[in-house]
């Protein structure tokens, strides 16, 4: 009952559920906004078709990410007020701006893509798709510039108790930024090719509209082998800046506890936290060296000479994050992504060769692999965000400086299990729809477009 650990535990809860809807938004955006695009380059209706069917599926997932989202500001006041006293000069105006800029840019242009099949030109029907696509992604770049500086704070100064705005260019330049959002955006592609992928994979096992799956299936291989690319790319990057802006959470990533040079990568390690080393662990020389300097040779700061660091610049105190945690959901992201590697360049080798629906085993995969890039995303914020302890705002205020002192611990728990529960019925109601339209199969005819705008009013009274 420490309303601390409950006030972080629900911070974690919904920050994860609302996360599972927010990377598939990112790229499905734009997939949609390409179909339509090559319906209007080449004016075949399987484009318009495939616009439509996953259109209707973005259009899903998008409300229910309303509504998740929704949540995560109303805690900033409720349990975590301090926090919001301190930073809520720097904090607020990213999130205005992304409620104002990029939220209505992309709901505005939504509602003109649901009902303006018949009432704009084809081109400009496709132009209010890609606004959509620009919003959902310029939403994410203000979101993270909040984020980037709880982990690399910049352009302020403190003033009367507070961190006070000094600098807005310094927070839209945050070298964490610079590395944080086209990570975050590009394993949003990824996320939404492994979910075409996958669907279409179903599809073609049970042998439905098998030309049109087949297309779609050869779309998201493509733009995933491109994304998962980038995913990788700007991996290492943000791997690199983490070792020169936070090295703890790099060395609890590593499970490194004493400083080395040339730093060895562990393949396997059994951790035993409370002694501060390892029971058993397998270790190839220098790569980890390699991986943050690219090059062999170069210091990685161990966690013991961290934890002494910091306890002579930051004053006594534990500054250790849960390495276990740490350790592992680093090696769950990173062998999530590297598996979705492999299957995005078979993927994109079936695009060059004619597909064989008989070999069903391999379809299977596909559908099976949806769930990778949802792993991947959430370990990596879970990494993210818990490698972070104990600053809530890196450096300068620490978890337990940030709760609000005026919230029992009674509360907390009761808002915990309430808001747990609505999630989870949300999850549920959404899987169910997702499930439920994507094996419905493509539109066909002015009766699907009808379906498209009935569904929209109900989703969006939803999310009201």
Do not use: C
């Not at 994410?140 to 006070?164: C, H, K, T």
């Not at 492994?194 to 179903?202: H, L, P």
């Not at 779309?219 to 090295?247: C, D, K, T």
């Amino acid at each position: 009952m420490d309303p601390l650990i409950l006030a972080r535990m629900q911070f974690g809860i919904t920050t994860v559920y609302h996360f599972f809807f927010v990377p598939l938004t990112l790229g499905l955006s734009v997939i949609v906004a390409i179909m339509e695009t090559m319906y209007v380059r080449s004016g075949k209706e399987i484009y318009k078709d495939m616009a439509k069917f996953w259109g209707k599926l973005f259009i899903i997932n998008f409300a229910m990410g309303v509504v998740t989202g929704i949540v995560q500001e109303f805690q900033f006041g409720m349990n975590w007020s301090e926090y919001s006293r301190f930073v809520g000069d720097i904090f607020g105006a990213p999130l205005a701006i992304e409620a104002l800029l990029a939220f209505f840019l992309e709901s505005t242009f939504l509602g003109v893509w649901i009902f303006g099949w018949d009432k704009l030109s084809k081109g400009w029907h496709a132009f209010s798709m890609w606004m959509v696509a620009i919003g959902s992604n310029i939403s994410a770049l203000w979101i993270l510039m909040a984020n980037s500086f709880m982990q690399e704070p910049v352009g302020y100064v403190l003033r009367n108790g507070r961190a006070e705005m000094e600098d807005f260019f310094a927070l839209l330049t945050n070298p964490n930024l610079k590395v944080m959002f086209p990570h975050t955006v590009t394993a949003g592609f990824a996320t939404a090719a492994f979910f075409v992928m996958g669907i279409s994979a179903y599809h073609l096992i049970k042998k439905q509209h098998v030309d049109f799956f087949r297309q779609s299936f050869r779309i998201a291989a493509i733009f995933g082998a491109i994304s998962i690319l980038l995913v990788g790319l700007n991996g290492h990057a943000q791997a690199q800046e983490m070792v020169r802006s936070q090295p703890m959470k790099m060395a609890a990533a590593e499970a490194l506890w004493n400083t080395e040079n040339p730093a060895s990568f562990s393949l396997f390690s059994l951790i035993d936290e409370s002694q501060r080393r390892d029971i058993f662990a397998i270790r190839i020389p220098a790569v980890l060296s390699l991986l943050s300097y690219n090059q062999l040779t170069g210091e990685v700061k161990g966690i013991n000479d961290l934890q002494t660091q910091f306890e002579s610049q930051y004053g006594a105190g534990n500054y250790i994050p849960p390495v276990t945690v740490s350790y592992w959901s680093f090696r769950i992201m990173v062998g999530a992504g590297s598996l979705m590697g492999l299957l995005a360049l078979y993927a994109l080798y079936l695009t060059v060769r004619k597909m064989d629906e008989k070999r069903q085993w391999i379809l299977q995969i596909f559908l099976g692999a949806i769930a990778l890039p949802y792993l991947a995303n959430t370990f990596g914020w879970i990494l993210t965000e818990m490698g972070r302890f104990p600053w809530v705002v890196y450096g300068v205020m620490k978890i337990e400086d940030g709760i609000s002192p005026n919230v029992p611990a009674a509360m907390v728990l009761t808002t915990l299990i309430i808001f747990t529960l609505v999630y989870g019925l949300l999850m549920a109601a959404d899987i169910y729809l997702l499930k439920k339209y994507a094996k419905a199969g493509p539109p066909s005819g002015q009766a699907d477009i009808k379906e498209v705008d009935d569904l929209a009013p109900s989703l969006v009274g939803a999310a009201d």
